[in-house]
């Protein structure tokens, strides 16, 4: 089992930055792909943006620019830079973990509020 904490929600003017982190604990062995995904009211979750443990990235288009995933492995814990931040891009943001042993499985944290106020 993996564990995600997610924290560094909250709201922000629009314009303004928010910095997410994501910690992994538990059996963290073989954690290919960390990542963050979002949900809006009324909509289905989307991705955010992904890297994976040798630290390829890749983005929605609609933060392509603005957004910024990391990844630190000595401390297990992903994070996102979100500058620029719109009022669509409030959602909460949830952080994905994505371990490949013989087959894959994913792995979600409870969620983080981010809201931007116009």
């Known amino acids: 089992q993996v564990q995600l904490v997610e924290s560094g929600g909250g709201l922000v003017q629009a314009g303004g930055s928010l910095r997410l982190s994501c910690v992994a604990s538990g059996n963290i062995f073989r954690i290919n792909v960390m990542g963050w995904y979002r949900q809006a009211p009324g909509k289905q979750r989307e991705l955010v943006a992904v890297?994976?443990?040798?630290?390829?990235?890749n983005y929605a288009d609609s933060v392509k620019g603005r957004f910024t995933i990391s990844r630190d492995n000595a401390k297990n814990t992903v994070y996102l830079q979100m500058n620029s931040l719109k009022p669509e891009d409030t959602a909460v943001y949830y952080c994905?973990?994505?371990?490949?042993?013989?087959?894959?499985?994913?792995?979600w944290g409870q969620g983080t509020q981010v809201t931007v106020s116009s």
């Open positions: 890297i994976t443990s040798g630290g390829s990235t």
């Open positions: 994905n973990a994505r371990q490949c042993i013989g087959g894959c499985r994913d792995y």
